[in-house]
């Protein structure tokens, strides 16, 4: 199958603070199309794990694989979500999603067609003329999922995208997120705070359990797929969902 992301003895200092490390000798690998959640304590260095698979950081050793390869510029190669969604507040629905494949050279005639198809199947039909703000939180997460994935890289970030929504929008959003995952094959490394989130969602979840962050602890989610809402009643859920939160909360120091 192959390995998506393979971070191998990883350490990162900002060079703003050189003598607290965020990460010191960091070690994970994630497969190829598989979804992998990042959880952790604020400040635990989520973000900057993000920040170093894109590319925008660099690691002061260690080796960081994006496919199979040790890249000096990972644009491209690594799609971005996050909690705003980032949408460019100018430009309509279908512009902002098709940005991906403008910046590429490719000219509005060639892939408004293909795009708008894409924003229907998307739930996001008679939307693509009107601006970011005239949308709901909901359906501007699509966009900007759209948008990530019309970038066309194997390996989506996705930080936090659905921490601004209401809790009913959140569950219709992420049934529709593992549909589109399953439909995609892509690989998902996916950052919350919401350990519900986490587990519902992902194959895996790692745990930032220390700072600095020397080792991801790893836990495995023992449930089937598709998954449904009505899984989170599971009893093998709520255990696991019960023991990840005292393990969080073991972490947190006010
Ligand atoms: N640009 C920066 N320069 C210096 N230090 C930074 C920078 N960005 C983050 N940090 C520090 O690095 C550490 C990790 O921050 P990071 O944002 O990665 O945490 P996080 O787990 O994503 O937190 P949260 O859950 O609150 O978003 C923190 O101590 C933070 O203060």
Redesign the pocket.
Known sequence: MGEALVFQQVSFA????VH?A?LQDVSFSVKKGEFVSVV????????????LVSGLEKQNSGRILVNGKELADRQGHVGYMSQKDGLLPWLSVVDNAALPLILKGFSKKEVWPEVIKKLEAFGLKDVEHRYPDELSGGMRQRVSFLRALLGGSDLLLLD?PFSALDAVTKTVMHEWLLDQWAESGRTILF?T?DVEEALFLSDRVLL?SE?PVSHLEEILVPLDRPRMVEDLKDPAFTELKEKLLLDLRKLVTL
């Open positions: 900002y060079d703003s603070n607290q965020v952790g304590p604020s400040g635990a260095g989520k973000s900057t794990l993000f920040r936090e950052i705070h930032f700072k």
